[in-house]
């Protein structure tokens, strides 16, 4: 079975324990730039783009959309999930 989730991060929550990132900085363009809470890993990434960490923690994280005006990034994870 396929799941998603979506999470928004920006000053006032900047992490994310199930996603294990925090976030960066999000650029005028609306590049984002994530860490891993893992490994300390950064990726960066455009709307519409996935994130390319090395870690399997982190894996499948894709940027939906950002504001920099309002410091903030839309991120989503679909992952399949075994049904019982």
Request: with cysteine; glycine share 4%; hydrophobic share 35%.
């Amino acid at each position: 079975m396929l799941t998603y989730r979506d999470v928004t991060l920006s000053k006032q929550q900047p992490s994310d324990a199930e996603f294990k990132v925090k976030l960066i900085k999000v650029e005028q363009d609306g590049t984002v730039e994530l860490e891993s809470l893992s490994t300390s890993e950064r990726a960066r990434a455009h709307p519409g783009m996935t994130f390319e960490f090395q870690s399997s923690d982190n894996h499948g994280i894709q940027l939906v959309s950002s504001s920099a005006e309002k410091a903030e990034a839309v991120l989503t994870r679909n992952k399949c999930v075994r049904a019982r």
